[in-house]
C-alpha cells in the first residue's frame, strides 16, 4: 500500500525529477520499466512511494 504520486511537465525543456528507486507506474498505474530520472516536455511520470518510505 502506498500514495501514488504523478509529476507532469508542462514546460518545453527537460526537467529533473526524482531518480530515487521508487516503483514506476505507467497511466494506468501498472509497473512500468525504469525510467530516467528527466522528464522530456510535456510527459508524464506516475510513481508509487510505499508508506515505509515516507
Do not use: C, F
Request: charged residues 30%; glycine residues 4%; hydrophobic residues 30%.
Amino acid at each position: 500500500e502506498g500514495y501514488v504520486l504523478r509529476y507532469y511537465n508542462m514546460s518545453q525543456e527537460n526537467v529533473r525529477v526524482s531518480d530515487k528507486q521508487q516503483t514506476i507506474l505507467d497511466l494506468l498505474e501498472r509497473p512500468y520499466p525504469v525510467h530516467s530520472g528527466l522528464l522530456a516536455p510535456q510527459e508524464i511520470r506516475t510513481e508509487l512511494i510505499k508508506k515505509e518510505e515516507i
